[in-house]
């Protein structure tokens, strides 16, 4: 054999051997446990709708899931499945390979529980809730919700305890089991956010709200209404006084100062010494008293112009409406004989 066709042997030797170990190297990292560790534990994944397979492999890397974002790009392409891969809830084990971890996200939704949150509910009635579901404890969601703060229009005026408040979107969820408080603060604050939209936003500001604002009264009318047809009276009575500077003497600004749901209050309860006493505070109170439907925020964006500036509820729940403080006496004494 000629020096040439020996060297050509060789260089294509090499070329074959570079070519097989590459191939060996890939083979081994596809399908190699990402961890070793003695006791790998289940991360919770949230995969939204339209991710693209970079943000899901932007995630997998930072939950430490994946060795290389990178490398889950080109093994989407190599396997043909950069286009199969599921919104939904997962739970991926720590020591996953990067093949389990694609094959998991082409399943779609896994292992989750289903939560109900009523409108009106606070964030403390929630926290009780999800751990009553079995979704961790009540301590760590409200530790949590301290200082979750996803988005610039929740920040309000003055200090509150929860950030959240008000902006847990009153709906039923599919929360994963395993999940963190601030992966559930994620689901139902982002849902809240789904609601506000750029033409909702048009409206706030047509009502010269901020949108932390427009929860807040959002907040108070979902808390004053029992029925669906006072909502839209109570918010315009409510804008009316803000609007003239009146007090907005909310009773449950006050329960949610006591805690409980009174349902009469004490002169003694009205003077409270409170921020959110909106007896002797005018205007909004320093944030939302609890977290609001649609329908209360549709009251808010719809309330028309009123010249009431009075409500009080009789004892079915219904409320009744008046224009002067002799009226609104005259009217309670007619409900409750005093």
């Known amino acids: 054999m000629s020096q040439r066709k020996k060297l050509i042997t060789y260089v294509l030797g090499g070329i074959l051997g570079i070519v097989l170990i590459t191939f060996l190297g890939a083979w081994a990292y596809y399908y190699m446990p990402n961890?070793?560790?003695?006791?790998?534990?289940?991360?919770?994944?949230?995969?939204?709708?339209?991710?693209?397979?970079?943000?899901?492999?932007?995630?997998?890397?930072e939950k430490g899931l994946i060795n290389s974002p990178?490398?889950?790009r080109l093994a989407l392409r190599l396997t043909g499945t950069v286009d199969k891969l599921q919104q939904g809830y997962y739970q991926i084990p720590q020591n996953a390979s990067l093949h389990q971890v694609i094959e998991l996200l082409q399943k779609g939704k896994l292992q989750a529980i289903r939560v109900t949150i009523p409108e009106g509910y606070t964030i403390e009635q929630i926290a009780d809730e999800l751990a009553k579901d079995g979704l961790g404890s009540k301590e760590a969601f409200l530790e949590a919700a301290k200082t979750y703060v996803p988005y610039?229009?929740?920040?309000?005026?003055?200090?509150?305890?929860?950030?959240?408040?008000?902006?847990?979107?009153?709906?039923?969820?599919?929360?994963?089991?395993?999940?963190?408080?601030?992966?559930?603060?994620?689901?139902?604050?982002?849902?809240?956010?789904?609601?506000?939209?750029?033409?909702?936003?048009?409206?706030?500001?047509?009502?010269?709200?901020?949108?932390?604002?427009?929860?807040?009264?959002?907040?108070?009318v979902e808390k004053e209404a029992k029925y669906d047809e006072d909502r839209p009276i109570i918010a315009a009575v409510f804008l009316k006084r803000l609007q003239i500077g009146m007090p907005l003497q909310s009773c449950a600004s006050i329960q949610y100062i006591l805690g409980y749901p009174k349902p009469q209050l004490s002169i003694e309860d009205t003077e409270l010494p409170s921020p959110y006493n909106t007896y002797l505070h005018k205007g909004l109170p320093p944030g939302p008293i609890a977290n609001p439907g649609l329908?209360?925020?549709?009251a808010v964006l719809n309330a028309g112009d009123t010249d009431y500036l009075y409500f009080v509820a009789d004892k079915e729940?219904?409320?009744?409406?008046?224009?002067?403080?002799?009226?609104?006496?005259?009217?309670?004494?007619?409900?409750y004989g005093e």
């Open 152 to 220: 610039q229009y929740m920040y309000g005026p003055a200090p509150v305890v929860y950030k959240p408040e008000g902006f847990l979107f009153p709906s039923t969820y599919e929360i994963p089991v395993g999940a963190k408080p601030e992966e559930i603060l994620k689901i139902l604050t982002k849902e809240m956010n789904s609601k506000i939209t750029p033409a909702v936003k048009q409206q706030i500001a047509a009502k010269n709200l901020t949108v932390f604002e427009f929860i807040t009264l959002a907040s108070l």
């Open 35 to 61: 961890s070793k560790m003695a006791h790998p534990q289940q991360v919770v994944l949230i995969v939204d709708k339209d991710q693209t397979g970079a943000e899901i492999g932007d995630m997998l890397y």
């Open 317 to 335: 729940g219904y409320h009744h409406f008046t224009k002067t403080y002799e009226e609104h006496l005259s009217v309670v004494a007619s409900i």
């Open 295 to 298: 329908k209360s925020m549709e």
């Open 70 to 72: 990178t490398a889950f």
